[in-house]
């Protein structure tokens, strides 16, 4: 388990000092997927060097399985180390060596003998689904390519946690799915702890557990990647989730309400039957839900007519059939 308490960064230039962690306090279960999430300069690739303490914390804990690493001296952070694997977003290989010897670095390192550490890089290769790339260098490599290689590397040393700062933002679509389906395989089935940094939600939409939001340094909500996908509470988690709403931001009148499906079964016709049983016509602007186990989780913003007797009969619907809503623009 990884816990932090009261973590705090300061950068100075020479003009100014940078506050980039206030007071930034997590929990991350063995076993998770946890995301932190954030826009550009929030703060997120500050708290993630801070886990494995490439960047030093001015104050505050971060316990790894109840050690405060903050008080070890450098061979013992050396060796915890060896347990907290980094993929970085531009890759970060050896461009003079090949794939193999790539991933054979943190054991070459380690001091495992050479044999060994090129049994467990073949391994890993084939776990990742490069056997057939091991002699190629990474400039012979595609990008997806690229970060199975450093995600193979990471887990060189049997790694209990894995960092992941940023890992598909350089990758294009299909390709970001291929490593975002890797990552989930082996917290699946090698039982990893995943933390991973990402400016996108459909990141942690698609692999995470729970999720932390980062605004200017601090926490602005932590939960379930359901309950925060279906009912943002901050101002940031609602801009990171609900990007597409500000051109509904118009003078045109219209009343507009915010389904939030949180749980509802997804076989349930609700907006369908809202329109029948309430006898009003309403406009869909924007929907964004998915289906886990079953489940809807998500949000649709709908426009109701200028007619308030339409407007008081949707209203009671929606109480009576335990569906929650927000008005939007009020």
């Known amino acids: 388990m990884i816990e932090i308490k009261s973590l705090c ?37 500050t708290l993630v060097r801070c886990i494995n303490l490439l960047e030093k914390p001015d104050s505050g804990s971060v316990i790894i399985d109840g050690r405060d690493i903050t008080k070890l001296k450098e061979k013992e952070l050396l060796k915890l180390r060896a347990s907290i694997g980094m993929i970085f977003q531009n890759f970060n290989l050896l461009e003079q060596r090949n794939v193999l010897k790539n991933v054979c670095y943190p054991l070459e390192i380690a001091g495992v003998k050479k044999e060994e550490a090129k049994k467990r890089a073949l391994e890993l ?3 990742v689904g490069l056997s057939e790339k091991s002699r190629a260098y990474p400039s012979q490599l595609s990008g ?14 049997n790694p209990k946690y ?8 350089a990758l294009d679509p299909n390709t970001t799915a291929s490593i975002l389906s890797l990552l989930k395989e082996i917290n699946e ?6 933390i991973v940094i990402t400016h996108e939600m459909s990141v942690i939409e698609r692999i995470c557990d729970s999720v932390a939001v980062i605004d200017s340094g601090k926490i602005a909500e ?12 901050s101002d940031t988690a609602k801009q990171l989730i609900l990007p597409k709403l500000g051109r509904f931001d118009d003078d045109s009148g219209q009343k507009r309400l915010r389904l939030v499906f949180n749980g ?7 907006l369908s039957s809202l329109i029948l049983e309430c006898q009003v016509a309403v406009n869909i602007l924007y929907a964004d839900t998915k289906e886990i186990d079953d489940l809807a989780y998500g949000h649709m ?22 569906v929650e809503y927000e008005w939007e623009g009020k």
Not at 264 to 270: D, E, G, Q, V
């Open 301 to 322: 913003i709908i426009a109701l007519p200028d007619d308030r007797e339409a407007e008081e009969r949707v209203i009671s619907w929606l109480n009576e059939n335990g």
């Open 162 to 169: 894995i960092l992941c700062d940023e890992a598909t933002s």
């Open 9 to 45: 960064k300061t950068f100075s230039t020479k003009n100014q000092k940078i506050e980039a962690l206030n007071n930034i306090n997590l929990s991350v279960n063995d076993g998770e997927i946890f995301g932190i999430i954030g826009l550009s300069g929030a703060g997120k690739s």
């Open 125 to 127: 290769l084939d776990v």
């Open 222 to 233: 932590t939960g379930r990647v359901c309950d925060i996908f279906s009912s943002p509470k």
């Open 189 to 194: 089935k090698m039982g990893v702890t995943i």
């Open 264 to 270: 509802n079964s997804s076989s349930k016709p609700i």
């Open 144 to 157: 997806g390519q690229k970060q199975r290689v450093a995600i193979a590397r990471a887990l060189a040393t």
